[in-house]
């Protein structure tokens, strides 16, 4: 077990410098910027990809994703355990990024291969191959988020880390986002399956490069005198620790919320407003996210980090309200996905700095710093948990309204990808600020938890 004073065995120098060295600041952030390249085209583009090029029926897609979704209910907690046992001399972190760096790229290629087989066999493929990529994605995502506790002791650096990381983030889904689509019909150029296919592939590339930068140019602080900490141990970390608890359902809802907007830009630019193009467009917007990013450590210099969070949940629920009453105005849908945009881009920002202390709170409350497990329920499972969902539930919505793949919607489906869309995320949204209000009393003894700890 490790002892509350833990925190003295630091390197003082690190804890006292104000600023990080840039180098370790962009690798750190590069970090995000080669998982979301992958794993932002997997949840992003796998629903559509499954029901409209490889063939799967929408009902077919739904179940592998929710099958998917057990197994994320597993592995994240196991790969925070196994990150809390891993002691080597790289850290406990960084050593992932280039052990699962190779796997990740692969399983995520195999995820877009689209083998000619039977309609059986495709749904077989398909759901072993994204179950493989979601589970190597957390052993890359889940170190991550737990790295940042050890990357620095200054609460403040903390936020400007995750604000450099979250941008770079923004930039991998960017380009998936922007791109995808335009490269698969240049490569494919008119096979959507072999276009799919040149593209992640390239991106697999990318993403390899960037995550052995992230491993060569970061550097761990806090690992030499923590010691590994028993599984029970592990779960006892959790115990009482209430501001963990409620960070962790907020960022499930916003997960869930951002995911079914996304999933679903696609279904509706085509069949709802006749202009598939119109989602490139949308997607390249997400650049709006930065915006809020990069002036996010202005803002909790100022506010508590609660009232931005709940600030950021709010307004991107105005955003997907505009776009439910904008009707066939693209110009109206791209204001009110701008109006989200910047409201998404707090709202996925501040959590993964806020863990950092919901781990110092954990150390307080029960002696036990568990930071790789509390930071993988609390960032990859949550991720994972709210992308698999967000995709699934709007998935039994459109399969129940009647959908079916490169038609004719029917004035039902129609309406049921709407409300995918535009209604889903913002009541998502909602719900995530309504449980952020029981966080403000925790964030106000921040300050007395960090001066018990040392």
């Given amino acids: 077990m490790i002892e509350g004073n833990t925190a003295k065995k630091v390197d003082v120098n690190e804890q006292k410098t104000s600023k990080l060295p840039i180098k370790r600041v962009l690798a750190y952030a590069s970090t995000d910027t080669g998982g979301n390249l992958l794993y932002c085209t997997l949840t992003s583009f796998i629903m559509y990809f499954y029901t409209d090029v490889f063939g799967i029926s929408i009902a077919s897609a739904?179940?592998?994703?929710?099958?998917?979704?057990?197994?994320?209910?597993?592995?994240?907690?196991?790969?925070?355990?196994?990150?809390?046992?891993?002691?080597?001399?790289?850290?406990?972190?960084?050593?992932?990024?280039?052990?699962?760096?190779?796997?990740?790229?692969?399983?995520?290629?195999?995820?877009?291969?689209?083998?000619?087989?039977?309609?059986?066999?495709?749904?077989v493929?398909?759901?072993?191959?994204?179950?493989?990529?979601?589970?190597?994605?957390?052993?890359?995502?889940?170190?991550?988020?737990?790295?940042?506790?050890?990357?620095?002791?200054?609460?403040?650096?903390?936020?400007?880390?995750?604000?450099?990381?979250?941008?770079?983030?923004?930039?991998?889904?960017?380009?998936?986002?922007?791109?995808?689509?335009?490269l698969v019909s240049f490569f494919g150029n008119g096979k959507n399956v072999l276009g799919f296919r040149i593209t992640v592939g390239i991106y697999a590339v990318v993403a390899l490069a960037l995550l052995l930068f992230a491993f060569a140019g970061t550097k761990e602080i806090n690992t030499k005198s923590i010691k590994s900490i028993p599984i029970k141990q592990s779960l006892k970390a959790?115990?009482?620790?209430?501001?963990?608890?409620?960070?962790?359902?907020?960022?499930?809802?916003?997960?869930?919320?951002?995911?079914?907007?996304?999933?679903?830009v696609i279904y509706y630019s085509e069949y709802n407003l006749h202009n598939k193009n119109l989602a490139s467009v949308l997607n390249g917007l997400v650049i709006f996210q930065m915006v809020s990013i990069t002036v996010l450590p202005f803002i909790v210099k100022r506010f508590l980090k609660t009232h931005t969070q709940i600030i950021g949940f709010v307004i991107a629920a105005i955003g997907q309200v505009i776009i439910a009453f904008a009707g066939n105005s693209a110009s109206m849908v791209i204001f009110g996905w701008i109006v989200a945009s910047l409201g998404t881009g707090?709202?996925?920002?501040?959590?993964?700095?806020?863990?950092?202390?919901?781990?110092?709170?954990?150390?307080?409350?029960?002696?036990?710093?568990?930071?790789?497990?509390?930071?993988?329920?609390?960032?990859?499972?949550?991720?994972?948990?709210?992308?698999?969902?967000?995709?699934?539930?709007?998935?039994?919505?459109?399969?129940?309204?009647?959908?079916?793949?490169?038609?004719?919607?029917?004035?039902?489906?129609?309406?049921?990808?709407?409300?995918c869309f535009t209604w889903l995320p913002a009541i998502f949204f909602i719900v995530g600020a309504i449980i952020m209000l029981n966080y403000i009393k925790y964030e106000k003894n921040e300050a007395n938890v960090r001066k018990r700890l040392l």
């Fill in 346 to 419: 707090i709202a996925v920002t501040l959590p993964f700095a806020m863990l950092s202390d919901t781990v110092d709170y954990g150390e307080l409350k029960t002696g036990i710093r568990a930071s790789g497990f509390l930071t993988a329920i609390g960032s990859s499972f949550c991720i994972k948990l709210g992308s698999g969902l967000g995709s699934f539930i709007p998935s039994v919505i459109m399969e129940k309204a009647g959908y079916v793949a490169n038609v004719t919607q029917s004035a039902a489906s129609l309406a049921a990808i709407k409300f």
């Fill in 125 to 182: 493929y398909a759901l072993i191959t994204y179950i493989l990529a979601g589970i190597v994605y957390t052993g890359i995502g889940t170190p991550i988020t737990a790295i940042l506790p050890n990357l620095t002791n200054n609460s403040t650096e903390r936020v400007r880390l995750n604000s450099w990381r979250s941008n770079g983030g923004m930039i991998g889904y960017l380009i998936t986002a922007s791109f995808t689509l335009p």
């Fill in 238 to 264: 959790v115990k009482g620790n209430w501001p963990w608890i409620t960070l962790v359902l907020a960022f499930i809802f916003y997960w869930l919320g951002n995911t079914a907007r996304t999933s679903t």
């Fill in 62 to 123: 739904g179940l592998i994703l929710l099958v998917a979704r057990i197994f994320d209910a597993l592995d994240a907690p196991v790969w925070g355990l196994v990150i809390d046992h891993t002691r080597t001399k790289w850290g406990k972190s960084r050593p992932y990024w280039l052990w699962l760096s190779v796997p990740f790229g692969l399983m995520v290629f195999l995820s877009f291969l689209a083998p000619d087989v039977s309609p059986s066999a495709k749904v």
